[in-house]
């Protein structure tokens, strides 16, 4: 009986560490958020981007204006039919004014074309930012699938296994296996090396080891850590 419960635990515990080991396996959710990250970047760039040449767009129209404003005037000044001195002179701030108005305007669009290489430079280093998320996360989703099916796998078969196992062991003595197994964290049968308890590594009584030797399924508890001892060897 016990060389069966050793059996089952040592099933039990290869099941643990597949199904830890399945838990375990990245399914690509920390590098979805990278890709995220690095789209929305992307998206925050063009947004910007956007805005700028709208502004510059306005910009252009708005120097556009004022030129042919003061080509007006320039035209009217040198028609030959203002002749007026004050009426002169106020045309020739007005153009002034003007001058100085373009000139502002246009430091401001230089400006926003050096913002817009800028950005333009941001969007290529984003752009391959976010490539080589997308090709991580490819990479990591096609190892989930293999690993997840190879360990859904080999889950399986222990599972098998167990069953079939726990079929030939006595429905009482299981579940008492079941209880020590879910109470002492997955350690329910553990051998006697030296005359060592092999879950708390006390020493077993020799009374209790000589039997133990003498009858190899005979079941027993230690009495350091209340699991169940089996004898593989002599000690």
């Known amino acids: 009986m016990t060389s069966r419960l050793y059996d ?19 399914d690509g959710t920390a590098q979805r958020d990278i890709v995220a990250a690095a789209t929305a970047r992307l998206e925050d760039i063009a947004r910007e981007t956007a805005t700028l040449h709208g502004r510059q767009r306005t910009l252009e129209m708005e120097i556009q204006s004022l030129r042919a404003k003061r080509i007006k005037i ?21 153009v002034a004014a003007i001058g100085r108005h373009i000139a502002k305007l246009e430091d401001e669009e230089l ?16 752009e391959q930012e976010r490539d080589a998320a997308d090709a991580e996360l490819e990479r990591i989703v096609q190892a989930f699938a293999r690993d997840s099916a ?16 726990a079929a030939e062991i006595d429905e009482d003595v299981l579940r008492r296996y079941d209880r020590l197994l879910e109470k002492k964290g997955g350690l329910a049968v553990v051998a006697v ?10 020493m ?32």
């Open 74 to 94: 320039e035209r009217e000044m040198y028609s030959g039919r203002v002749g007026n001195p004050k009426e002169l002179t106020a045309m020739q701030e007005d």
């Open 193 to 202: 090396t030296g005359g060592v308890c092999g879950g708390c590594h006390v």
């Open 111 to 126: 400006n926003l074309m050096e913002q817009l290489e800028g950005l333009e430079a941001d969007r290529r280093a984003a």
């Open 8 to 26: 089952l635990q040592q099933l039990d515990t290869a099941l643990a560490a597949a199904l830890a080991r399945r838990r375990g396996l990245d």
């Open 150 to 165: 190879a360990a859904d796998a080999e889950i399986a078969t222990l599972t098998a296994r167990r069953q079939a196992l």
């Open 204 to 235: 077993i009584p020799q009374r209790l080891l000589s039997r133990l030797e003498r009858d190899r399924e005979m079941i027993a508890t230690c009495d350091g850590c209340g699991r169940m001892l089996v004898v593989l060897a002599d000690t």
